[in-house]
């Protein structure tokens, strides 16, 4: 076990150190960094002025292990656009984020697990083919789209919810399922094909010919075994979410992480995005890191793998 | 002792549903996507207007059937007086030729990857696939965003942001078929006969897993739609004046209080191209290659 933990750990590591490699290339493949930086007026004694004061006058081996070491002590350079180090303007937004993506995870799982259930249960009814619909409609659905579809609906013609910022309770409302319905179309269908699945197994069948009633059935034999392979997907879900907060958290002008990547993208605060991708990152490296480790803990056959 | 012959239970188990429903063609998906590639071809033809055409005193005109609206825009203008419906028939042209390129580059790569990990094995093939395990659990739309500002946007960067996301899941499904084939005896066959490791992979393999790829490349269609609007609407995919639904969208979304269409026209457009490549590609994959189901 400890073996396992140990190279999940490293192989995360090189992941991130190729990432921060990654970032430290593009700024300097297309040229100079500091033309990221300076407006389109600047002089040349200006861009000599900003080289120097990034360092960027120096051969490129000493820019590289300045990069390393700024990134390993958490100094990711500063906001041109907030003129605060990159990282503390992150951890600001952080919570907002977090506390948006983790009503929505919970409410995308509370809605798609008995839908999906329902789905596999009566397979082939007409409660399997509506969950299908709901399922191919929310993956053609792009979720910026959704999101102002409900704004228009919900604030504007009907009045009854805030369309944009934080505040109250209700503020959460149209965001969350925005982002929600993102995870329920594919979440649900996964739901389903477990279940199918654990339904056809022998314990399955085994506990209905000791005469078990449906409902036990399903719910203690079936669904706790079908959740397994939902629970490993955490971490991807994680990543699709963390994703799907940029474009949520922009239509919303939700103040969360994924609307500082927008602005960082459009105000081209290149020492930010190099910021807010690296953090990202780490979290949700180390989410996946978690959800493996505590499979490999569920389940011996990872470890050994 | 087998269990297969329990006795029936109170749940019936139906059967698959059988291969002649599957075989029912998607007439609506069909004709969604000829009228799509139709308009996109065509486009200069089917435009009424200019698409980056500006007419200020024009601007914010309803759609035809809306009260103030005319025939002159069908679906009204936009805030720099552009009209609506040729911006759209020219920006399905944007998101065809981005998936078109993006699915080429991504697919192939992943293709290449998926069938050197899978035929050579070993140590090549773990290392590679950590790789696309990597790429797959990582919001690899950071690194699209990433590319876009440091590379500035356009036709080249949106692809090259849309391959970086997608060849990882050609590569595992890919691989995973190889796998199959590989075991098969034309295979050992043209080993025997002294054929190249290159050889073998190029003239063997590979058309033993162009079903699955095709199935891919229909199944990601409206994949790489969404991805590409979606970037588009950060301001990191096409760069005005061009038209791109993604994009128009955005600029819709601070008018949406006084001039709906805007937005919502766009971007009921992608939902529609999406839903019928998705539901074309679901019928692809039964037909052709229905293992892939669970993929």
């Known amino acids: 076990m400890q073996r396992f933990i140990v190279r999940r750990l490293l192989q995360s590591l090189v992941v991130l150190v190729v990432l921060a490699l990654v970032i430290f290339a593009l700024a300097r493949v297309t040229g100079n960094p500091a033309d990221l930086l300076l407006p389109e007026d600047a002089t040349r004694d200006d861009r000599e002025h900003l080289l120097k004061a990034l360092g960027l006058d120096r051969p490129v081996h000493e820019q590289l292990a300045r990069y390393l070491k700024g990134a390993v002590t958490g100094d990711l350079g500063t906001s041109i656009r907030y003129r605060k180090p990159a990282v503390e303007v992150f951890f600001e937004r952080l919570p907002n984020t977090l506390a948006l993506v983790g009503i929505a995870l919970a409410g995308a799982v509370a809605v798609s697990i008995p839908l999906g259930l329902l789905a596999a249960v009566y397979r082939g009814t007409i409660i399997d083919r509506v969950s299908g619909m709901i399922a191919v409609l929310g993956i053609a659905t792009p979720s910026f789209w959704l999101g102002i579809v409900l704004i228009y609906v919900f604030s504007i013609q009907l009045g009854w919810l805030p369309s944009a910022r934080m505040g109250g309770p209700l503020h959460y409302v149209l965001p969350t399922i925005t982002l929600g319905a993102f995870l329920v179309a594919g979440l649900m269908r996964l739901v389903r094909s477990s279940v199918l699945e654990v339904l056809d197994t022998e314990y399955v069948k085994l506990a209905r010919i000791k005469g078990l009633s449906q409902t036990v059935v399903i719910w203690k034999h079936a669904l706790r075994n079908a959740l397994i392979p939902v629970v490993t997907l955490f971490g991807v879900l994680f990543a699709l979410l963390v994703t799907g907060a940029i474009v949520t958290e922009t239509v919303f002008a939700w103040p969360g992480v994924g609307r500082l990547t927008y602005e960082a993208v459009i105000f081209r605060d290149y020492p930010l995005l190099q910021a807010v991708i690296l953090m990202k990152a780490i979290i949700v490296l180390g989410v996946n890191l978690c959800v493996d480790i505590l499979y490999a803990y569920l389940d011996p056959r990872v470890r050994y793998a | 002792m087998a269990l297969d012959t329990a006795p029936a239970t109170d749940v019936e188990i139906v059967d698959e549903r059988r291969p002649r429903d599957f075989s029912r063609l998607p007439w609506t998906s069909f004709v969604i996507i000829t009228v799509l590639v139709v308009v996109a071809v065509f486009a200069p033809l089917i435009a009424t207007h200019s698409p980056t055409e500006q007419s200020l005193p024009d601007k914010l005109k309803p759609p035809a059937w809306q009260e103030g609206g005319s025939t002159e825009h ?5 805030m720099l007086g552009r009209d609506l419906f040729s911006r759209l028939v020219y920006g399905a042209r944007v998101s065809l030729t981005v998936a078109m390129f993006a699915l080429l580059s991504g697919g192939l790569i992943g293709l290449a990857i998926g069938i050197v990990a899978g035929y050579v094995g070993g140590r090549t093939d773990s290392v590679l696939m950590r790789v696309v395990d990597a790429t797959l659990t990582f919001p690899t739309i950071l690194i699209a965003l990433l590319l876009a ?14 391959t970086v996301i997608i060849w990882a899941r050609f590569a595992r499904v890919v691989r995973g078929e190889v796998l199959g084939v590989k075991t098969r005896d034309f295979v050992a066959l ?73 937005a919502a026209l766009p971007g009921a457009a992608i939902m529609l191209v999406v839903l019928a490549f998705n539901l074309f590609g679901d019928w692809l994959r039964d037909w052709l290659d229905p293992r892939l189901r669970q993929v």
Request: aromatic share 6%; hydrophobic share 55%; proline share 5%.
């Open chain 2, 190 to 262: 043209a080993r025997v006969h002294g054929c190249s490791d290159l050889r073998i992979m190029a003239i063997h393999i590979v058309p033993n897993v162009m079903n699955t790829f095709m199935v891919l490349l229909t199944l990601h269609i409206g994949f790489v739609i969404i991805v590409e609007a979606s970037l588009s609407f950060l301001g990191a995919g096409i760069p005005p004046p061009t038209p791109s639904w993604g994009q128009m969208v955005a600029d819709g979304r601070s008018h949406i209080a006084s001039a709906w269409w805007l």
């Open chain 2, 74 to 78: 069908v679906l009204g203008t936009d």
């Open chain 2, 149 to 162: 500002v440091s590379l500035g946007a356009g036709l080249r960067t949106i692809v090259l942001a849309i």
